[in-house]
């Protein structure tokens, strides 16, 4: 069973940044495509941002393009999220995801954008 542990969630301001670590529980780069998705208070669970096993290939939602960029440190077992000029839209629950058809899912962080 891969477990995935996300941290780095808080309460920000508009404009600030954050970023997200999620450290698997497995050597991610067995994991292959890896990636965060979010739940806002009454929305359904929405994908954000997913990185290949070696970092070259990146994916975003159009919501979060050219402002968070995902990345992975293999050696650490660890995906990160950094979320700059973080709006108030952005807050929500995010999750960090791994394995075939997101066959893994972390129990999430808290991000709170106040305006």
């Known amino acids: 069973q891969v477990q995935l542990a996300e941290s780095g969630g808080g309460l920000v301001q508009a404009g600030d940044s954050l970023r997200l670590s999620c450290v698997a529980s497995?050597?991610?780069?067995?994991?292959?495509?890896m990636g965060w998705f979010r739940q806002a208070p009454g929305k359904e669970r929405e994908f954000v941002a997913r990185?290949?096993?070696?970092?070259?290939?990146?994916d975003y939602a159009d919501s979060v393009k050219g402002r968070f960029t995902i990345s992975r440190d293999n050696a650490k077992n660890t995906v990160y999220l950094q979320m700059n000029s973080l709006k108030p839209e952005d807050t929500a629950v995010y999750y960090c995801?791994?394995?075939?058809?997101?066959?893994?899912w972390g129990q999430g962080t808290q991000v709170t954008v106040s305006s």
């Open positions: 995801a791994a394995g075939t058809s997101w066959s893994y």
């Open positions: 990185i290949n096993w070696n970092g070259e290939i990146t």
């Open positions: 497995i050597r991610t780069a067995t994991l292959y495509t």
